[in-house]
């Protein structure tokens, strides 16, 4: 049975597209089949898989995230090949159009016919709250709400958390992004004001300070734990991977 999983924040620059994308290759490197699924219509993850993985799509004439929503398409028409174990139903810049015009089953109904195609569906979401947001937040049994160590990241994470708990019933989890390991004076204060709010959800497991991610969507750079500058990165994603996604399963790289 296919797990969905949303990556979620309504604050833009978080990292939710980069994460989602990581997560895809790290589980298909296990041997996990997954199912990534782009509605935000910046078509971030889209761009990210159609540059490193040379896979090509015609906006307006090939089957897409838009068609999908519409119900011109199924899943099984959409979702396109981009490399072992991941397809992906690509984003399109026409998915603003119907961001409130969508029912809260929508994500649901359209996901049921493959469920058992799948071990799971990753959900890279839009920056805002819409019904789109919220259909594919009441389909998702897991909703990621990445956050950097800093005020504007911190309130936002508190209400989409907040927000996230009135459609879904998801489990919720915020994971610090970019987070040093001796964060500074500002930092541990704010993470102090919040830890009461956040105590039942916040990860223990956290997302390193890294130009690695950067580099890794940019050039599709592996990671791995053989290099000495990409082992303690490693050691971090598989933890957080691992306390998410329920699996134990570690790859020699992603």
């Known amino acids: 049975?296919?797990?969905?999983?949303?990556?979620?924040?309504?604050?833009?620059?978080?990292?939710?597209?980069?994460?989602?994308?990581?997560?895809?290759?790290?589980?298909?490197?296990?041997?996990?089949?997954?199912?990534?699924?782009?509605?935000?219509?910046?078509?971030?993850?889209?761009?990210?898989?159609?540059?490193?993985?040379?896979?090509?799509?015609?906006?307006?004439?090939?089957?897409?995230?838009?068609?999908?929503?519409?119900?011109?398409?199924?899943?099984?028409?959409?979702?396109?090949?981009?490399?072992?174990?991941?397809?992906?139903?690509?984003?399109?810049?026409?998915?603003?159009?119907?961001?409130?015009?969508?029912?809260?089953?929508?994500?649901?109904?359209?996901?049921?016919?493959?469920?058992?195609?799948?071990?799971?569906?990753?959900?890279?979401?839009?920056?805002?709250?819409?019904?789109?947001?919220?259909?594919?937040?009441?389909?998702?049994?897991l909703i990621v709400i990445p956050a950097l160590p800093a005020i504007e990241d911190m309130e936002q994470a508190q209400w989409s958390l907040i927000r996230a708990a009135k459609v879904s019933k998801g489990v919720r989890r915020i994971v610090l992004n970019q987070h040093s390991a001796r964060p500074g004076r500002v930092v541990r204060t704010l993470l102090r004001h919040y830890e009461p709010y956040f105590r039942d959800f916040l990860l223990e497991s956290w997302i390193p300070q890294s130009g690695l991610v950067r580099r890794y969507t940019g050039t599709g750079e592996e990671i791995n734990s053989f290099a000495r500058s990409k082992r303690a990165f490693m050691k971090c994603f598989s933890a957080f991977v691992n306390e998410t996604m329920d699996t134990r399963l570690i790859p020699e790289g992603f």
């Not at 980069?18 to 219509?41: E, I, K, M, W």
């Not at 799509?57 to 174990?85: C, I, T």
């Open 1 to 141: 049975m296919i797990r969905i999983v949303s990556f979620y924040n309504r604050k833009g620059g978080v990292g939710k597209s980069s994460l989602c994308f990581l997560t895809a290759r790290y589980l298909a490197r296990t041997g996990q089949r997954v199912l990534v699924l782009d509605l935000d219509p910046q078509k971030t993850i889209s761009s990210h898989f159609m540059r490193l993985e040379g896979f090509r799509h015609e906006p307006g004439r090939d089957p897409d995230a838009f068609s999908l929503m519409l119900d011109k398409h199924a899943v099984y028409e959409a979702a396109v090949d981009v490399k072992e174990n991941i397809r992906l139903v690509p984003g399109s810049y026409d998915m603003s159009e119907i961001q409130s015009n969508v029912s809260v089953f929508r994500v649901q109904e359209a996901l049921d016919p493959a469920s058992e195609e799948y071990d799971f569906c990753l959900i890279d979401n839009a920056p805002n709250w819409s019904a789109l947001i919220q259909s594919a937040l009441f389909a998702s049994g």
